[in-house]
């Protein structure tokens, strides 16, 4: 419920940079930036017009993970938590709910999901800790059929990452090949509907079944495609750098040069990376 009897916010001049703040205080400071007296950006915002910083910040915390960068990953997720107190900031003016509120609410979840510690249920190895999360998750959810599980995995999820959980779902009761060479027969099959379709709407309709049978595929091998795929495209991005810096140190520009010289000078790139060890694959 919406807190009511919050005490009045401080002067402006209480707000001072320092090495330690309490939760109490963000709060404050966020309640001051929304106020009268704040931010007239921060008054202006609305859940739906944070649905895009929430995610970028949640992207950027990944980020610094994959640095390796613990001060990194101290500021980003310094960034996620402002994104939950702003949206709760919102929601206790209009007497949705408030911080306390969400704070019950994870605190509730986490105890009524590890029924294996908390209650009667019995979990050895992570996966009967997730099988038992998942069997609690859905009967708190009212989910009736796996159908409904399915369906609960939300459309904004990226779609390497939504597809991936939907096949995990789905697996649960049993609807998933035995071994990975399923998954990768299925490509094969896939990739040769490609060459059969007729249209432009037929094309990207099977272009979408391969992609799904390799996010199959990909799962079986237990490799998350979402981030297989960041770390592809950071490979060519870091490959391609070095190849136009090669271009330039010989006065030249890529523009100017055919796909075949492309391609033998980014051959050498990769020789380099790898150590002089041959790759025919682009």
């Given at each position: 419920?919406?807190?009511?009897?919050?005490?009045?916010?401080?002067p402006?001049?209480?707000f001072?940079?320092k090495e330690?703040?309490t939760v109490?205080?963000?709060l404050?400071?966020?309640a001051f930036?929304r106020s009268?007296?704040?931010?007239p950006?921060?008054?202006?915002q609305?859940h739906?017009?944070l649905?895009?910083?929430?995610?970028?910040?949640?992207?950027?915390v990944?980020?610094a993970?994959?640095?390796?960068?613990?001060?990194?990953?101290?500021?980003?997720?310094g960034?996620v938590?402002m994104q939950?107190?702003f949206?709760a900031?919102?929601?206790?003016?209009a007497?949705?709910?408030?911080?306390?509120d969400?704070?019950?609410a994870i605190?509730?979840?986490?105890?009524?999901r590890?029924t294996h510690?908390?209650g009667?249920?019995?979990?050895?190895t992570p996966?009967?800790?997730?099988?038992n999360w998942?069997?609690?998750?859905?009967?708190?959810k009212?989910?009736?059929s796996?159908?409904q599980?399915?369906l609960?995995?939300p459309?904004?999820?990226p779609?390497?990452q939504?597809?991936?959980?939907?096949?995990?779902k789905a697996?649960?009761?049993?609807f998933?090949?035995?071994k990975?060479d399923?998954?990768?027969q299925?490509?094969?099959?896939?990739?040769?509907?490609?060459?059969?379709?007729?249209?432009?709407?037929?094309?990207?309709?099977?272009?979408?079944?391969?992609?799904?049978?390799?996010v199959?595929?990909?799962r079986?091998?237990?490799?998350q495609?979402?981030?297989?795929l960041?770390?592809?495209?950071?490979?060519?991005?870091?490959?391609?750098?070095?190849l136009?810096?090669?271009?330039?140190?010989?006065?030249?520009?890529?523009?100017?040069?055919?796909?075949s010289?492309?391609d033998?000078l980014w051959?050498d790139?990769?020789q380099?990376?790898?150590?002089?060890?041959s790759?025919a694959s682009?």
């Open positions: 419920m919406p807190d009511t009897n919050r005490r009045p916010l401080p402006a001049e209480s001072v940079m330690h703040f109490a205080e963000l404050d400071l966020m930036l009268d007296q704040g931010c950006w921060d008054r202006e609305t739906r017009s649905r895009q910083n929430l995610l970028e910040e949640a992207y950027e990944i980020d993970i994959e640095s390796g960068k613990p001060d990194r990953l101290c500021d980003e997720l960034d938590l939950v107190v949206h900031q919102m929601a206790q003016e007497g949705a709910f408030t911080f306390s969400v704070v019950a605190c509730n979840k986490l105890i009524s590890h510690i908390f009667p249920d019995r979990a050895a996966d009967a800790v997730i099988a998942e069997k609690n998750k859905k009967r708190e009212g989910l009736d796996q159908t599980v399915l609960d995995v459309r904004a999820v779609a390497l939504r597809s991936y959980k939907v096949q995990q697996a649960q009761v049993g998933d090949w035995d990975a399923g998954p990768r299925k490509i094969e099959e896939e990739l040769a509907e490609i060459k059969e379709a007729s249209n432009q709407d037929h094309l990207e309709d099977e272009l979408g079944d391969l992609l799904f049978s390799v199959n595929y990909a079986h091998l237990k490799v495609p979402e981030m297989a960041n770390r592809s495209t950071e490979k060519f991005i870091r490959r391609f750098a070095a136009e810096a090669r271009a330039e140190a010989s006065n030249l520009k890529l523009g100017a040069l055919s796909l010289e492309m033998r051959d790139v990769k380099d990376e790898k150590g002089g060890k790759d682009r």
